[in-house]
C-alpha cells in the first residue's frame, strides 16, 4: 500500500520531468531550460552558498508569517466557530481578505510599513491566514453534536470539551487549512520578494531573468517548489502521528 | 392532563412501589412550537430496567436527554435518588445510539474517556477501563480504533465506557439499533445478564416492541400527539423464564400482541 503510492509518486514525477526535458528540448521558447540544464544550475547554486544565503533571506519572512498565521489563525479560527457573534463579527473579513487581489494591496502595505521585513510578513500573512481562519472555524461548528453532549453527560469542563473533543474532531479540516495556508503562504513570500524588494530567492530569479541565465532562474523556481512539498509533507507526517485513528479513520469510512 | 393507566399484565406487582431511582414529574418540552413532550409523569424503580417504547418522533430521546441533564425540560421536574436534577451528573451514564465514540482515540482511550474527564490518573483508569474491556468481550481489542470495529463491538466499547463511571442510572438510547439482528439478539440477552447482575437502573429507550417485552421489567408506551405515556406494561411473569424460552412464551407473544394492538392506530 505504501510502497504503491511511493512508486506512483516517483512515476509522476518522472513523466513531469521527461515532460519538461523533452519541453525544454524543442525548445518551446528560448527562455525555456531542460530539466537537466536546470538541475545543473541547482546544483551549481547548492555549492557556491548562493541557494543557502537565499534561504536565508526567503524563509525568515515565511517561517514568520506561517507562524503567524497557524497561531493566530487557528486561536481565531475556534473563537469564530464557538461564537456566533464573532462569526458574524470576523468571517466576513476573512472572506473578503481571501478574494482580494494581493498585488494591488502590496503598495499599501509599503506605504504603511516601508519594504522591509514586517511588510513582507503581511504579505505572507495576507496569504495564508484566511484559509487556515475559514477552515478552522467551519469545522469547529461542524463538530458532531453527539459528541458534545457525550462529554457533557461524561461531566467534562467546557475547555475539556473544547481541548479534548472538539479540536481533535476539527483536526483534520484544521490540517487541510493549514496545508492550503502554508502553499499559499509560500506564494506569498515569492511574490513578496519579487513584488517589494528583491532578496532571496526572489532575488536569484530576478537577477537571473535579467541577465538571461534561465537555467538559474527555473533552478530556483524549482527548489522553492520542492521545499513547499518537502514541507507539506512534514505536516502531514505530524497529523498522523497527533491523530493517528483521525486519519485513518477518515481516510476509510 | 392524561393519566397513564397501569395495566398489569401478569398477577400482582410483587415489588412495593416506593423505591424509585428516578422520578419524571410533570414534564414538558418544546421546540418552538413543537411540543416533544407534554406534562409527562412516570416512575423508575430501582434495579431494574424499564423501557420507553414509541413511534419515532413520539419524544423518547427528548426524555432520555432531559434525565441525563443534557436538556432542561420547559415545566417539570426530574429526580434521581430523590434529589432534583440541574445538569448532568455522577450518578447518571449515557450510551449514544451512534455511538459517539472519538474516532483519534483507541478502544482503551475510549473507555477510560470518562474517568479521564474525572481527573482519575492514567494508570488506575487504564486498569479500570482493561475490566471493563473484558467484560464486554472485546479483550484484545484495546489498541483498535473505532472504524477497525464492526457497529455490534463500537456499541460494546460504549457501553463499557458507560459501566466505567460506576452510575447508578444507566441510560440507553436505542443502543442496538445500529447493530446487526443476530448481534442485537446477543446484546439483549447480555442485556438481561447485566439487569441482575449489576445493581443499576435502566432506562431504555427502543422503538422494537419484542426488544422492549424481551428485556424490560416495565414498558412506558409513549404515543404522539399530544406526547404522554399511554400505558405502562409490566411483565414480570416472563422475567423468571429461561432467556432461551422467553421468545416462545405465550405470555411474551400475548404481550406483543397486545402492545401491537395499542400502537397499531399510530403508525401510517
Ligand atoms: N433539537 C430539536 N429541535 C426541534 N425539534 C426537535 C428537536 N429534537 C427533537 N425535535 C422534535 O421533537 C419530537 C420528539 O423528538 P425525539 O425526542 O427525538 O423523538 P424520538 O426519540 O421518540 O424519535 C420530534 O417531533 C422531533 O422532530
Ligand atoms: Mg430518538
Known sequence: MKSRSFWLKILSATVLFGAWQIAGMIPVSYAFP???????????????????????????????????SAVFGIGLGLWIGLSSRFDWLFSPIFIVMQAAPLAALIPLLVMAYGIGLTSKVFVVCIMAMP????????????TPTSLKEMGRSFLASDAEIILKIIIPAASPVIFSGLRLGISAGFIGAILAELKITPTGVGDII????????????????????????????????LEVYLFEGNVRGYASD | MVM????????????????????????????????????????????????????????????????AGLLEPSAGEIEVNGKPVTGPGPDRAFVFQDFALLPWANVLRNVSFALELRGVPKSEREAIAEK?????????????????????????????????????????????????????????????GLVQNENKTFIFVTHSIEEAVYVSDQIAILLPRPSRVSEIIRPTGLRNKDVDNIRRDPEYLDIVDSIWASLRSYVE
Open chain 1, 34 to 68: 531542460t530539466f537537466f540544464e536546470s538541475m545543473a544550475a541547482l546544483v551549481r547554486m547548492a555549492g557556491d552558498g548562493t541557494l543557502f544565503q537565499a534561504y536565508v533571506e526567503t524563509l525568515r519572512p515565511l517561517v514568520i508569517g506561517v507562524a503567524i
Open chain 1, 206 to 237: 530576478t537577477y537571473s531573468r535579467s541577465i538571461a541565465d534561465y537555467p538559474a532562474m527555473y533552478a530556483a523556481i524549482f527548489s522553492i517548489i520542492l521545499l513547499a512539498v518537502l514541507f507539506l509533507n512534514l505536516l502531514e507526517r
Open chain 2, 132 to 192: 471493563y474491556i473484558g467484560d464486554v468481550g472485546l479483550a484484545g481489542f484495546e489498541l483498535k480504533f473505532p472504524h477497525q470495529l464492526s457497529g455490534g463491538m463500537r456499541q460494546r466499547v460504549g457501553l463499557a465506557r458507560a459501566l466505567s463511571v460506576d452510575a447508578d442510572v444507566l441510560l440507553m438510547d436505542e443502543p442496538f439499533s445500529a447493530v446487526d439482528e443476530q448481534t442485537r439478539r446477543k446484546f439483549q440477552e447480555d442485556l438481561l
Open chain 2, 4 to 67: 397513564p393507566q397501569i395495566k398489569e399484565v401478569v398477577g400482582p406487582d410483587d415489588t412495593p412501589a416506593a423505591d424509585n431511582a428516578v422520578v419524571a414529574r410533570g414534564i414538558s418540552k418544546n421546540y418552538g412550537d413543537v411540543e416533544a413532550l407534554k406534562n409527562l409523569t412516570l416512575e423508575f424503580p430501582r434495579g431494574q430496567l424499564t423501557s420507553l417504547l414509541g413511534p419515532s418522533g413520539c419524544g423518547k430521546t427528548t426524555l432520555l436527554k432531559i434525565i
Open chain 1, 131 to 142: 484559509v487556515i481562519v475559514l477552515n478552522t472555524a467551519g469545522a469547529v461548528r461542524n
